[in-house]
């Protein structure tokens, strides 16, 4: 019963889903207005379950602690993205539905969630330390990932879509398989910070040798972690298990609500003329939500390698986890998409990434940088509306 006090919030997509189980023809039949309405209302519900997921993995996560605690925080929004994915490429969605929306998850991710957070954390704190490590760690995996999956697409044969789809499923796994590895093993400091107080940037670089800009304290046997912070009020109460319990809860909720936005969603803009790329921004705008408000916090905190390790982290994690889900779907179905960028996304990718290998090559953001990747951001957006 406590649970369920605390968890009230969920009653509004518990009632939509209800409700659109039984209206959901009357709804498509009263016109592509009200199918629109009805959708946007259902994408309602589902932030809101899904900020409840990421709630409790945020939970989860301080309690586990860095670099655990943001992977914890990146696979939660990654499972949603993919379940809403794997529920919209049932019905009559585009081809491109997976590349556009994990074009439009990094653009969201490292252009919006981390330009923002930069931008505002630095007109607050001045320059936000950070180890630089993760940022270049995050960035060549981001780089190869993409490059592998949905740039070389473009020079694949039709013929040989299926080999290539498989050998880019296990590429994707051997790459995560390593990356994991690597954060929660031997290299788990690469993700890591260890703060000296409330962060004055020339505090915070006492403790990097500048001989190779590593910090000087770290090491594989004595990782830096960040100190543990104290949990707000309403998430000292409850159990793991609860917090478990209320994210599968709330991803099987998502995966109802999902399924009937898409029939909503696909029968409203019918013949309407929207950009393709519409879809795509909502799936990811929906999965990255919580982890806007979550980065953006941590970085008026002062606390920037959270940030880092979340906008860099759901990036990196959408690519070699949503692209190997998708392909085996696309193999086990026997339909093919299409993975392949276009010109302008590859570009905007590209800038992207050069972009935050210059930004996050020196331990310290600052509201430059950030305004650099949210202008970006803005392009980024203005091409959506221009069907680009």
């Known amino acids: 019963m406590t649970v369920l006090l605390r968890e009230k919030s969920l009653l509004i997509p518990i009632a939509l889903a209800i409700a659109v189980f039984f209206l959901e023809h009357s709804l498509i039949e009263a016109g592509p207005t009200i199918s629109l309405i009805a959708a946007a209302v259902l994408i309602g519900g589902i932030l809101v379950a899904s900020i409840r997921v990421a709630h409790h993995a945020e939970i989860l996560a301080r309690r586990v602690g860095d670099p655990y605690g943001t992977m914890i925080l990146t696979l939660s929004a990654v499972a949603v993205e993919v379940l809403i994915l794997a529920i919209m490429m049932q019905g009559e969605s585009s081809p491109t539905l997976v590349r556009d929306t994990i074009y439009s998850a990094v653009m969201l991710d490292i252009n919006g969630i981390l330009g923002l957070a930069a931008l505002l954390g630095g007109l607050k704190h001045g320059e936000q330390p950070y180890n630089d490590d993760s940022g270049k760690t ?32 296990f590429a994707m796994l051997a790459l995560y398989g390593l990356f994991l590895r690597m954060q929660v093993g031997q290299h788990s400091y690469f993700f890591s910070y260890s703060y000296t107080g409330r962060a004055a940037p020339k505090a915070a670089t006492t403790a990097k040798a500048p001989s190779n800009g590593v910090e000087a304290t770290k090491s594989a046997a004595e990782p830096l972690q960040a100190p543990q912070e104290a949990l707000p009020h309403d998430e000292e109460d409850g159990s793991i298990a609860s917090s478990i319990a209320v994210i599968l809860f709330g991803v099987v909720l998502i995966g109802v609500l999902a399924e009937f936005m898409s029939a909503l969603m696909t029968e409203g803009l019918r013949d309407t003329g929207a950009p393709p790329t519409i879809m795509a921004i909502v799936v990811a705008t929906i999965s990255a939500a919580p982890e806007i408000m979550t980065a953006l916090r941590a970085a008026l905190r002062n606390r920037m390698q959270a940030t880092v390790n979340i906008a860099m982290g759901a990036s990196l994690s959408t690519v070699i986890l949503t692209v190997p889900v998708m392909e085996a779907i696309a193999l086990y179905t026997g339909q093919p998409f299409i993975m392949a960028m276009t010109p302008v996304q590859t570009v905007m990718v590209l800038i992207t990434l050069v972009a935050a290998a210059i930004n996050l090559n020196d331990g310290e953001t600052n509201a430059i940088e950030g305004m650099t990747h949210f202008i970006l951001f803005a392009t980024f957006i203005m091409l959506s509306a221009l069907g680009l």
Do not use: C, R
């Not at 780089?143 to 949905?150: E, F, V």
């Open 138 to 169: 995050y960035g060549v995996m981001i780089l190869t990932a993409m490059g592998i999956s949905m740039i070389v697409p473009e020079f694949i044969p039709v013929d040989k879509w299926t080999y290539y789809s498989t050998f880019t499923i």
